[in-house]
């Protein structure tokens, strides 16, 4: 009920493309969903968090799609950039967890110049 | 500068030792947490705490021990018992109402001799 599952695991991209990663869940408790971006040897940073009562949140090249009746979510990168590489994170948390996160496995991006 | 601070970067134990990783946070944060991050894994709870004096386990939790006796200060202990303790150690702490956005350290890599 508390898991995370992330997909694909690897993804390489071209420069310009655009990335897409997919997570879903299943414990329909939780309430706010954040992806976060790591580079490797650093410590993960939120990139950009989505709440389910909305289907689409935009920051700039980066896109939270958020389907609630499938419990999907998902990131769009557009417009990838070779300093786009870097693991990204989904999580989500909600209930009565107070801050504590679940986290999805982890998708390396690759983006080739 | 505010954030958070893990040492040190690269740690080394040597079978039946007992180590400490420290984390320090002077972002005036109440709820901490230790994560551990093994490849294709994704990011996993050890121990959480929402206040001083106040801990709780994450879902893996045995062969580790935290305390919180400062609001600023996470450390955490791996002790003997951790049978395969090597991978990446990393440290968060929350802000806001809902504590929601986790802001990681650089992190501590463990290493066993």
């Known amino acids: 009920q508390q898991q995370v599952k992330q997909s694909p695991q690897s993804l390489i991209v071209q420069k310009g493309g655009i990335s897409i990663i997919n997570c879903a869940y299943e414990?329909?408790?939780?309430?706010?969903f954040p992806w976060y971006q790591q580079f490797p040897g650093k410590g993960p940073a939120l990139l950009i968090a989505?709440?389910?009562?909305?289907s689409e949140k935009k920051e700039g090249r980066f896109t939270i799609s958020f389907n609630k009746s499938a419990k999907q979510f998902s990131l769009h990168i557009m417009d990838s950039q070779p300093g786009d590489s870097a693991t990204y994170f989904c999580?989500?948390?909600?209930?009565?967890?107070?801050?504590?996160?679940?986290f999805g496995q982890g998708t390396i991006l690759t983006v080739h110049p | 500068d505010g954030g958070i601070t893990q040492s040190p970067k690269y740690l080394f134990r040597k079978e039946g030792q007992n180590v400490t990783l420290s984390c320090e946070q002077n972002?005036?944060?109440?709820?901490m947490y230790w994560y551990r991050q093994d490849p294709g894994q994704g990011l996993r709870l050890i121990y959480y705490?929402?206040?001083?004096?106040?801990?709780q386990k994450g879902d893996i939790a045995e062969g580790y021990s935290v305390s919180r006796e400062k609001k600023e200060s996470f450390p955490l202990t791996v002790t003997s018992a951790q049978k395969n303790p090597t991978a990446f150690y990393l440290c968060?702490?929350?802000?806001?109402?809902?504590?929601?956005?986790?802001?990681f350290g650089p992190g501590t890599r463990l290493l066993v001799l």
């Open positions: 999580a989500a948390k909600g209930g009565t967890s107070y801050g504590k996160l679940t």
């Open positions: 705490s929402q206040i001083v004096n106040d801990f």
């Open positions: 972002l005036n944060h109440d709820a």
């Open positions: 989505i709440r389910p009562d909305v």
């Open positions: 414990n329909t408790a939780f309430d706010y």
């Open positions: 968060a702490s929350t802000s806001g109402q809902g504590r929601e956005t986790q802001y």
